[in-house]
């Protein structure tokens, strides 16, 4: 079997394969297309939908993808003393943060809400029809050759797809190392994309309160905050073992005492999430709110002690 992938933003918004067995790759390089178009936000949970960072992990995300989870989180938060700063982590294209911030300013308007991704931006190289993306340390993430859209990341298998895998590795071989090679001489030059969604790009630039930046949970915060949020990305598929204890160990450090930890995960939008917040108390974190049946890492949460 050959398996192609939608390339031009017409082939997205006329995209009948939108059924879990043969979804296709859509090319990252569409993001900035879709921004102006009226139906642009499910065009772009459309494209991030199999789309990963270098680590491995999906940037898919949804419009209100848990908003009876966020509701009751803030009317617990209400019988708290009151957040100054608050950090929203991996928030991919910043459409689920900014749902959060909505909130959380009608329940506390001198909140400072900073959001942030491992993978905010990529660089794609261009040469002809070929278009190469890579992440912010120069790995290759997506390789575009029209019929074909080539997840480097996440690749097909090449028991169902072994032409695919044939193509792509003369298309390397061909063009993409060329162009690599010519990228890293600095001789051709990437162009950033942004994968913040215009709406939060813009709410960033009307509103103090909300900022937007680059944090990777496997590295020290910079300062510590009141609350810190998680929201679909302390997956066990995302970390190892080891990474965990970093992360946690991150997480704790990152928080003032008696701050809180928002971690959860769901499905799509409006989907039960398995969550909770956790509030740094002494030398570890103990449970304050539950939904579901808890967040995926809540035993190493419970069981960490510094
Ligand atoms: C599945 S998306 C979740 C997006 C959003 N929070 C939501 O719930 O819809 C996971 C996000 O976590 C990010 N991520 C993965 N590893 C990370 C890390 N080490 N630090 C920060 N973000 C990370 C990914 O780039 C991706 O954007």
Redesign the pocket.
């Known amino acids: 079997m050959i398996k192609t992938g939608i390339t031009k933003l017409n082939q997205l918004s006329n995209d009948k394969t939108f059924c879990r067995k043969e979804l296709k790759n859509v090319s990252i390089t569409l993001y900035d297309q879709t921004l102006h178009l009226v139906d642009g936000d499910q065009l772009a949970e459309r494209i991030l939908l199999l789309f990963?960072?270098e680590?491995g992990?999906?940037?898919?995300?949804?419009q209100k993808?848990?908003e009876a989870f966020d509701l009751a989180v803030i009317k617990m938060l209400k019988k708290l003393p009151p957040p100054q700063t608050f950090h929203?982590?991996?928030?991919?294209?910043g459409?689920?943060?900014l749902d959060f911030f909505e909130k959380m300013v009608s329940a506390f308007p001198e909140i400072q809400y900073f959001a942030?991704?491992?993978?905010p931006s990529v660089f794609v190289l261009e040469k002809g029809k070929l278009k190469v993306t890579l992440s912010h340390t120069g790995k290759i993430l997506e390789i575009l050759f029209p019929p074909f859209v080539f997840n480097k990341i996440k690749r097909d298998s090449f028991r169902h797809y072994p032409l695919n895998h044939l193509i792509l590795f003369f298309i390397e071989k061909f063009w993409v190392n060329s162009l690599i090679k010519k990228y890293q001489q600095g001789l051709v030059k990437a162009k950033e994309q942004l994968?913040f969604a215009p709406k939060v790009l813009q709410k960033a630039q009307t509103d103090k309160r909300f900022q937007l930046g680059q944090?990777?949970?496997?590295?020290p915060f910079k300062e510590p905050d009141c609350i810190i949020r998680?929201?679909?990305?302390l997956?066990p598929s995302?970390?190892s073992e080891t990474?965990f204890a970093q992360?946690i160990r991150n997480l704790y450090e990152g928080l003032r005492e008696n701050g809180l930890l928002i971690a959860g995960?769901?499905q799509e939008a409006g989907t039960i999430v398995n969550g909770g917040i956790y509030q740094k108390k002494g030398n570890g974190f103990s449970k304050v709110f539950n939904s579901g049946e808890g967040a995926p890492i809540e035993s190493l949460l419970l069981n960490f002690k510094i």
């Open positions: 990963s960072d680590r992990a999906y940037k898919r995300t949804y993808r848990f929203d982590c991996g928030v991919s294209d459409r689920t943060g942030s991704d491992y993978n994968l944090h990777d949970l496997l590295q998680a929201m679909n990305v997956n995302y970390f990474e992360v995960s769901n």
